[in-house]
């Protein structure tokens, strides 16, 4: 690799490639795993029908318990390898045919947790007894009892092996037509989507709009495809939700985050209050833009239309001459985004810099934009050698440094359960977001502590924007979401429907924060997170990071480095609890809206802040 260029990673640590003897091997491996484990189960149930009293439960689950780590790391690292080649060549018709054989394999293996449930329920009045007797596992408690909460939420085993078998034609079909559909759309000149998205980050006002308007042209397109695929994903999650004995989707998103209903009520009620700040910041960068001449909208920033352009959401503050001068808008080559990352993460500690220069040099991160790859950026983490690897679309804006930070947060949280058994890896999104969070927060903080005039405007309005997305668009999600399963148990939904519901959502968090006539009501085409058949709700979690990661931050700000080490124990206990018991640990009560009200208030600072400097 030259020393500018945009890195690929290197998967060989892992697997070769799909046809190496590596991957066969640990196929083989697995399948063979997992029969063992059916095995273990078989010889329990004899002994329990044929000699009940000689069968030594808290023994047999120690056995299980140790043989069930093993199977499970290689079947995670083989699920999480064919994800990533897949993500990056998503028409390849091998990786597509290989994500079918492992997703036919893990069926077997939800089989197999279901037999064991259903067991561990069986000798349920032993478990006192097992962990009396091997108090080393006494961290498997909290784990164990949420398996005995989930089997109250299952059908019969027949029946969840048969919705198991028809989601990879359903759901995940579904899934994967919306994921390919939008990583190979492009414009007349071969513009991919990615890429017209990304310029929502131009300085470039005219680009800004157009690009926009290419977007919404492009979805509109494909519209009755985008609808089919979360119309059926969504029908699909009511009926089972219905069968399962959930009151609705979001019971069953709050079980799978460890949360408490009253939790989220705080969470959404602190957001809720907050809104009157967040559209007169929307208001004041709308008021900011028109002065400068920086929007192409004719409406947005007047008197009669406060809102903000959806296509400004994005634009940088500054003017032109000084922002080719700034770390802020220039173009950063991809080394130095990884100095810059190092440097901050380095600050913090020195296990954290180490980490991430670690990550760089030894290849685990996919940056390059290129078509057939998907948009957006994630972390996938690898249980066999406990690796992490990478993707993001770089483009050498100052947000993707951002988003840098962001993933290879999530990559350290994973370092921080190394040497713990694989079904502490399973720690909820709620949990998952804050490490990613806190590392946005260092990159941020430190860049606004040392900016002053037009440059600490530009570094705030990064972070406001940034913030705005996890807090205010969140919301809108969240309410866009929610009414899509309220309507979609008795009815079908189609576009009109879709974007009906979006926009009032958005006119429901953004408010006049957003201008009347430029907003974007298709944007529910977009987002991949609605369309995770397994994932309903993946948006209220990114507000519980960003404002757990703030107590966090302000903890660090009143401890110094002696937090770091506190900071990753913490981490390493995201996996064996629910969000409360490990907001307790850090001094947080997350069911108060006034521990929210508190995160918040660091960023109704830098709105105040802003307002000032604009």
Known sequence: MSKNSIPRWNLDS?????????????????????????????????????????????????????????????????????????????????????????????????????????LLRANSAK??????????????????????????????????????????????AWSR?????????KDESGKTFNEIRNDAYSADADLRKKSYETEIALLKQNEIAFAACLNNIKGATVALN??????????????????????????????EDSLPEWRKYFQKKAEYLRKNGMTASETAGTEKNKGLAFYDLFAPVGSASENEKSLLSKKWTFDEAK????????????????????????EWI?????????????????????ESRILTNFTGAFSDIVTLAHELGHAYHFSCLKGKPCAFFSYPMTLAETASTFAETIVKQDMISKCTG???????????????????????RFYFERSVFEERTDNELNSADFCRLMKAAQEKSYGDGLSLDERH??????????????????NYPYAFGQLFGAGLYALYQKEGSAFAKRYSELLGRTGSMSCEELCKLAGFDIESKDFWKSGIDMYIKEIEEFVKLV
Request: no cysteine.
């Open 14 to 118: 892992i697997f070769p490639s799909l046809n190496s003897k590596e991957y066969k091997d640990a196929l083989s491996e697995f399948t063979s795993g997992m029969k063992n484990l059916e095995n273990f189960i078989d010889s329990a149930s004899m002994m329990m029908k044929n000699s009940p009293d000689n069968f030594d439960f808290p023994i047999w689950l120690k056995s299980y318990l140790d043989s069930e780590n093993a199977v499970s790391k290689i079947g995670r690292t083989l699920g999480t390898y064919s994800y990533l080649v897949y993500s990056v060549d998503t028409t390849n018709t091998e990786y597509l045919n290989n994500i079918a054989k492992i997703q036919e394999l893990s069926l077997q293996f939800e089989q197999i947790e279901i037999s064991f449930q259903q």
């Open 127 to 172: 478990l006192d007894e097992f962990f009396k007797r091997f108090p080393e596992y006494e961290e498997f408690r909290y784990l164990l009892n949420e398996s005995l909460a989930d089997l109250a939420h299952k059908m019969s085993p027949k029946l969840e092996n048969l919705a198991s078998d028809l989601q990879r034609t359903g759901g995940d």
């Open 177 to 185: 037509l919306h994921e390919q559909i939008i990583s190979n759309l």
């Open 242 to 271: 219905k069968r399962r004995g959930w009151k609705n989707a979001v019971e069953r998103a709050l079980f799978a985050n460890r949360l408490s209903e009253k939790s989220l009520a705080a969470l959404v009620g602190a957001i």
């Open 339 to 362: 100095e810059y990352v190092v440097e901050r993460y380095n600050s913090f500690s020195k296990e954290m810099g180490d980490f991430a220069r670690n990550a760089f040099e030894k």
């Open 366 to 386: 996919d940056a390059e934009v290129r078509a057939g790859k998907v948009g957006g950026a994630y972390d996938e983490d690898f249980a066999l050698n406990h």
């Open 454 to 476: 037009n440059e600490k405007m530009q570094i705030l309005d990064l972070d406001l924007q940034d913030t705005a997305q996890t807090l205010v668009d969140i919301l809108s």
């Open 521 to 538: 009501e298709y944007i529910w085409a977009v987002k991949s997170h609605y369309y995770s058949p397994d994932l309903d709700f993946y």
